[in-house]
């Protein structure tokens, strides 16, 4: 495709439900990232993965969230038991190498109620 | 602890005239500095950035200025039009502390261009 693309753009889910949010990166991109922006804030970093391996997941605000890359091209972001605090934009970005600029898929917009 | 601080949440200009968007930063080991454009529910799309040996970045309207000394830079839009109109991040990170992965943002700054 030709940018980064992201399902469900929207989500809606119930505490304490399991959710899993899906982005496919830029064909060839062997860095991906995972942001999140909450309401009035600029996005935060997650977890970012070379290839297969999450390379840096210090992001992460605890272990109800996880996330895969298992042929180092979709990745899912996976939330457990959610909480009403979770809402927020999920964002995921990918690019070539880790040190080239990032691009930006629309964002999974999750409501927990 | 806000590493990335754009301290106007909004902004207003007449169509034509200059805009001006500022960012602070705190953290000395940032080297590197990126401006993204957001619409609604769109991405994050990259503007313009500045490595840290620079002081100015020039690309068609869009200049950006860096003082490293003040931890401080800028975003001007001359002309300014209407479809500049969207919410601005400025960003940055650290490449040579190896983290050159991982963007720090700012809350943004919506800027409105009035016709």
């Known amino acids: 495709g030709a940018g980064v693309s992201q399902t469900p753009s929207n989500k809606v889910t119930e505490k304490g439900k399991y959710v899993e949010l899906r982005c496919d990166p830029i064909?060839?991109?062997?860095?991906l990232y995972w942001y999140r922006q909450s309401l009035g804030q600029g996005p935060e970093f997650l977890i970012y993965f070379q290839g297969t391996g999450a390379a840096d997941d210090s992001g992460l605000p605890n272990d109800r969230f996880f996330a895969v890359r298992p042929e180092g091209s979709v990745s899912t972001l996976k939330i457990q038991r959610t909480e009403r605090g979770d809402s927020a934009v999920y964002l995921c970005?990918?690019?070539?190498?880790?040190?080239?600029?990032?691009?930006f898929g629309p964002g999974t917009r999750l409501t927990v109620t | 602890d806000q590493q990335v601080k754009q301290n106007s949440p909004s902004l207003s200009v007449q169509e034509g005239r200059i805009s001006i968007l500022n960012c602070d930063y705190t953290n000395s080991m940032f080297d590197y500095f990126l401006w993204y454009k957001k619409y609604p529910a769109e991405g994050p799309t990259f503007l313009i950035s500045i490595s840290s040996i620079k002081d100015k970045n020039e690309d068609g309207r869009f200049t950006v200025f860096l003082n490293k000394s003040a931890k401080h830079l800028s975003l001007h839009i001359v002309p300014s039009q209407p479809g500049d109109s969207a919410v601005y991040f400025c960003a940055a990170y650290s490449g040579s502390g190896g983290s050159n992965y991982k963007l720090t943002f700012g809350k943004g700054t919506l800027l409105t261009v009035n016709p």
């Open positions: 064909s060839g991109h062997t860095a």
């Open positions: 970005a990918s690019s070539l190498v880790s040190d080239s600029l990032p691009y």
